[in-house]
């Protein structure tokens, strides 16, 4: 992949930058560490099996899903938690690009059919470099739910064990359904990219569509919309001001940047530091009085950095009015977010307040 080798011009590591193998990277202590640690990666990866990509109506499940993650974590005496970076497998029921699965085939095809040719000299094979590759993976990086795109990988090596249910005729049908209707519903209904939905805004004319599509600010983009909110307070302001915006690095940007892209206001996304110069900013925005980033990890007064397992993996900058108002700014006005509530529940919204600061 060529991001190998923007890593290697940005960072000088194929991997990426310091920072980001110190959060995704498996560290240890002990040998019984390691151990205990791949163990509970590969069971965390071993749940990608059963998804339910699409199918939102298996949401109802997540207390039974919840539950059954814990008691086998709690059955073995490994805290799930332990050695992450706080995540945990969680029902996956709809189609986000990033997290996207198996689907039913997952357990209802791959799983059955692994099983069955376990003792099968023929496709044994493929079913030990599958699992070799998992647990590889399990031992080098810890457990992420974007992950899934690696171990999709893996299952391409599965594919020949398919051939085996074609002897069963209605089973044969089955698989072949299902596997029309993801090729049909996935690329129609991703959530970042409803396909139906935005076509049919092609009525309203390209120029309005491209507007509005790339501002997020319709009810079928089923995202969080604190950057929506966030651009209309902005609007709110006077035109041609330079501003400066501390976001988390977690916010999707890109309806507020479109501002700069118009030419209607001059933003720049910062990372907070000590001594940095705003005298060339009129009004200044920051969220929850706090900013997370990545990358950048410099310890100063109002910034202190992020430990996982002893490790640097962030920064998280303390932001107030009272700091501001020595350098020249004033509160000009704090609005709220509130959170989908489903959308919360999952983990992809969270309620927010936002300050905006005017230069005295």
């Not at 960072?11 to 498996?26: A, D, P, V």
């Not at 040719?117 to 990086?141: D, E, M, Y």
């Not at 009129?282 to 009085?289: G, K, L, M, Q, V």
Request: hydrophobic residues 40%; aromatic residues 20%; positive net charge.
């Amino acid at each position: 992949s060529y991001n190998y080798i923007l890593n290697f011009i940005n960072y000088g590591n194929f991997l990426g930058s310091e920072w980001t193998i110190n959060e995704h990277g498996l560290f240890y202590n002990n040998p019984i560490e390691f151990i205990k640690s791949v163990f509970s990666n590969l069971i965390k990866y071993a749940f990608y099996i059963f998804d339910f990509s699409g199918l939102n109506i298996f949401c109802l499940l997540d207390p039974i899903y919840d539950n059954f993650v814990q008691n086998l974590f709690n059955f073995i005496h490994i805290n799930p938690y332990f050695n992450s970076n706080g995540e945990i497998p969680r029902l996956n029921t709809g189609l986000v690009e990033q997290t996207v699965g198996f689907g039913v085939l997952g357990f209802l095809v791959l799983l059955p059919l692994s099983i069955k040719n376990l003792f099968n000299k023929k496709f044994l094979p493929f079913i030990l470099i599958f699992i070799s590759q998992t647990i590889l993976l399990s031992a080098v990086i810890i457990y992420f739910p974007t992950s899934i795109r690696f171990f999709i990988g893996f299952v391409v090596i599965l594919i020949p064990i398919l051939s085996t249910s074609f002897k069963y005729g209605f089973y044969k049908k089955f698989i072949c359904l299902l596997c029309l209707f993801y090729f049909i519903y996935t690329p129609l209904f991703l959530i970042q990219r409803p396909y139906i939905a935005i076509m049919g805004k092609f009525k309203d004319g390209y120029k309005t569509m491209t507007d509005e599509i790339r501002n997020l600010d319709y009810e079928f983009y089923f995202i969080s919309k604190k950057t929506v909110l966030l651009k209309k307070e902005i609007e709110k302001l006077e035109k041609n001001k330079k501003i400066a915006v501390f976001l988390s690095e977690n916010n999707m940007i890109y309806p507020i940047k479109y501002l700069d892209y118009e030419k209607k206001y001059d933003i720049d996304f910062l990372s907070f530091k000590d001594k940095m110069d705003l005298s060339k900013y009129d009004y200044i925005i920051y969220e929850n009085n706090m900013q997370k980033v990545s990358s950048d990890v410099n310890e100063d007064e109002y910034c202190k950095a992020l430990y996982l397992n002893n490790r640097k993996i962030a920064k998280l900058c303390f932001l107030n009015e009272e700091n501001f108002k020595k350098r020249g700014f004033m509160l000009y006005n704090k609005v709220y977010y509130k959170a989908d509530k489903f959308l919360e529940t999952k983990g992809s919204d969270s309620n927010s307040t936002y300050f905006t600061l005017k230069r005295m």
